[in-house]
């Protein structure tokens, strides 16, 4: 009797393809193992890289923190360090916030000492 919409006849239920879970098992894996070296790879490589910076600071050094300040490590302790940041100032800082060191003499071409 209806015009607009067509009458719906039931159908058997098809089975399902064989091989699907397998499939899927191999994504799964395939994506981990994706994201293994895309994500987790690389960033343990830049942790071992930086406790490695961390633990070859040494007396003298010119560094660069996390923060952006310029100075010369004057002093080390097993977590922190002591850096002069110009005439008389010295900060304490956690040695993992230590960003980068610095070529000798940097520091006196920038300017950043007197």
Do not use: C, W
Request: zero cysteines; glycine letters at 10%.
């Amino acid at each position: 009797m209806s015009f607009f919409i067509a009458n719906a006849h039931a159908q058997t239920a098809g089975s399902a393809p064989a091989g699907g879970e397998l499939f899927q098992i191999f994504f799964l894996v395939g994506l981990f193992v994706l994201f293994y070296f895309i994500a987790i790879r690389p960033q343990r490589k830049r942790q071992k890289e930086h406790q490695e910076l961390v633990a070859g600071l040494a007396k003298g050094d010119e560094i660069v923190t996390t923060s952006g300040i310029l100075g010369r490590v004057v002093k080390l302790d097993d977590s922190y360090m002591i850096i002069t940041v110009a005439d008389k100032v010295d900060m304490k800082f956690q040695r993992v916030h230590v960003h980068a060191v610095l070529p000798k003499g940097t520091l006196k071409n920038i300017g950043a000492e007197g």
